[in-house]
């Protein structure tokens, strides 16, 4: 595993907002593509900051999660792992820092990065007025996809996720659940390189987790790369082949799942050792269901 201690700040200037650097293009590697350096990571992060005020809230990542996994990005909450994901996939602009998605640099190169990556942000915003299908249809020829194609996948992405019945419902009306379902078939339909999914089990039932989980997983397998944040370390256990842990805006362990559990008998034990929360039992507590009122 690999374990980062404190890193100070790359830079000395920490009170203003430091100015966006990215690589001019990418590499024009394709998926899996290799350099001389060896295998093209599928995200690469150099020296990523964002502050919020005094907060720095992603403050000096540097981290490569390699291509063809299922990869957990988990951490405690406010850790930055939705900043992070929102930098990674062009939504929020860095203060400071490289990102690049299997080789092409999100801010320089926004639509090579774009068309690669399929993204289920956290706080989910859909075209509310349109039915189920439409979204797809619509998302679809967005992404340039020929209309006889956008209606096959379609219609395979609504059965696989159980939608068809719903599928003339308008979104606002959907359940919260159905909004993660119709939002990760609208990740997928373009058939993406990186999926990266913000929290995509929150609110959803189990048998609609098993649903998705299954869809992930066969994406994996055909080669895809799968990024998600969760709290859930029992689903990260289950599903990740790698994990990258977060703590106060700072990556604190990344590797391979084997590896960052090292002896501990679980993720979960391996996560509170590492974040520290092990030490935080409520003990204090002493007037709580006793005592005083
Ligand atoms: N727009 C914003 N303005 C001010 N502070 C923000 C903003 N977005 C995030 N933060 C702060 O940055 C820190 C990291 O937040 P972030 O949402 O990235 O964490 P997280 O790991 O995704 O947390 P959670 O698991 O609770 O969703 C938090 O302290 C949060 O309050």
């Known amino acids: 595993m690999a374990q980062e201690s404190e890193s100070t700040p790359a830079r ?3 009170g203003a907002p430091l100015p966006y650097y990215g690589a001019a293009g990418g590499t024009g590697q394709a998926q899996g593509g290799a350099t001389a350096a060896g295998p093209v990571p599928a995200v690469r992060i ?3 900051w964002k502050r919020f005020g005094e ?4 403050a000096g990542i540097e981290l490569d999660l390699p291509a063809g996994r299922f990869i957990g990005l988990v951490g405690p909450n406010g850790a930055g792992k939705t900043t992070t994901l929102s930098m990674v996939t062009g939504l929020l602009r860095p203060d400071d820092g490289l990102v690049q998605v299997n080789g092409h640099d999100v801010w320089s190169d926004p639509v090579a990065v774009k068309s690669r990556i399929g993204v289920l942000p956290e706080g989910l915003r859909l075209f509310e007025r349109l039915s189920g299908r439409e979204l797809l249809a ?3 020829r967005l992404r340039g996809l020929p209309g006889d194609e956008v209606d096959k996948r ?4 609504l059965d696989v996720l159980d939608l068809t019945a719903a599928q003339h419902k308008l979104v606002v009306d959907y359940s919260t659940g159905m909004r993660k379902k119709i939002g990760l078939a609208a990740a997928l339909l373009h058939n993406p390189e990186v999926l990266f999914l913000d929290e995509p089990f929150e609110g959803v039932d189990p048998v609609s987790a098993q649903v998705i989980r299954g869809v992930l997983e066969r ?3 055909a080669g895809g790369t799968v990024v998600f944040s969760s709290h859930v ?3 990260v256990e289950s599903l990740c082949d790698w994990v990258a842990v977060m703590a106060a805006g700072r990556i604190v362990a990344h590797g391979p799942l084997a590896e960052v559990r090292g002896a501990a008998p679980t993720l979960q034990d391996a996560f509170l ?17 006793g005592g005083s009122r």
């Open 219 to 221: 994406y994996t397998a």
């Open 12 to 14: 000395a200037d920490r």
């Open 154 to 157: 379609t219609a395979q992405l």
């Open 138 to 140: 619509y998302t679809g």
């Open 233 to 235: 370390m029992e689903l």
């Open 46 to 48: 150099r020296g990523l």
């Open 55 to 58: 907060q720095a809230a992603v």
């Open 273 to 289: 050792s590492l974040v520290g929360a092990d030490r935080r039992t409520g003990q204090d507590l002493d007037w709580l269901g």
